[in-house]
């Protein structure tokens, strides 16, 4: 009997994993998916043939879209976790910059702005929360230690340190490479800390 | 005999209706889907049904979704003319600014966030040439002129004339509206103002 390789292999492959090791191989198939055709191409039964199981398997552990999406987003997200001291504002701003872009052109970071962009904030709350917790917040964490260190340093005026600097970068990234189709080049990087951060950040009398 | 007035209506009207207004209403039609189940859920046939004619006179005009959706978003972008000079620089973009958010939050403007957050600029040039053309230029050409105004008060620094300064404002508009669901009140507006666009505009030593 000739047997399909295509065909025989995922139930087989279904059998031999168990728990964490196909929770994983799941969440990633859930990333991909989402990496390759957004949040709304997305199906369950998509995501159980990306990883070589069944349907039920990924509906024993993830009830909705929603649970699997929001565990497979927790699971992967772009973690920048500390920016060095470089000695000055500009460097240090540089150096989370890099690291920002790099996160946002990831798979992982492909899959988030799939969600970011097709979800409606108010109605998709769950993701909602997984994506501020995990990505906004210590965005803004790292943000605002750069800018303190510059305020110590006497390179940034004082009152420097809030929410609309520190959304400035998060916001003009996600701007160009929406509108502009920008991929963040190191010198787009440079030129929006020259043109932009710089000039908000310097104190008052120069 | 009864019949539905909701199943009779649409073969009539397109009877009726001819050229132009027709077109109208299709544009209309194309313009309500878009805001409503965006750029991903609209579809020909919703479009047809909306308008109440048939999915052939959607057709003849219009060969594809991308080309119907170009011409609805042409004839409906919300146009905002000109910034009244106000005397400084504050009032000016405070002005500017309430008309992007009122024109942000109209159906024209929920149908064109649709288009931006759902399409890849990449793949959907012809939408993005539309977009902007439209919109984008427009907006930055009045920013151009509000910070140029400053400028020759001397309320504004003279270098502050270039491209990302001007895309502040609306960077983070659409950055806030999306990560944080923020809807853009006058006091928001105000505080996006006096926390970021003054301090990055006033000059290098005063």
């Not at 500009?90 to 970011?116: E, H, K, N, Y």
């Not at 995990?134 to 390179?155: D, M, N, Y």
Request: charged letters at 25%; one cysteine or more.
């Amino acid at each position: 009997m000739v047997t399909s390789h295509w065909t025989a292999a995922p139930a087989q492959a279904s059998l031999r994993r168990r728990g964490a090791v196909l929770e994983r191989a799941i969440l990633d198939a859930a990333l991909e998916q989402l990496s390759t055709v957004g949040w709304k191409g997305l199906t369950m039964e998509g995501v159980a043939a990306g990883a070589q199981t069944g349907k039920a398997a990924v509906y024993r552990r993830w009830p909705s879209k929603e649970d699997l999406v929001a565990d497979a987003l927790h699971a992967a997200l772009p973690r920048i976790e500390e920016v060095p001291d470089l000695g000055d504002v500009r460097a240090d701003l540089l150096a989370l910059c890099r690291r920002t872009r790099d996160a946002m052109f990831s798979r992982p970071g492909l899959a988030l702005r799939a969600v970011i962009h097709e979800c409606d904030p108010v109605q998709a709350e769950r993701l909602h929360a997984v994506i501020i917790k995990g990505l906004v917040e210590p965005t803004v964490q790292l943000l605002r230690e750069v800018v303190t260190r510059g305020i110590e340093r006497g390179e940034v005026r004082s009152d420097a340190a809030n929410g609309y600097v520190f959304d400035a970068i998060p916001a003009m990234m996600m701007y160009r490479s929406k509108v502009c189709a920008s991929e963040w080049s190191d010198r787009d990087l440079e030129e929006v800390i020259d043109q932009l951060m710089l000039p908000l950040l310097r104190p008052t009398r120069g």
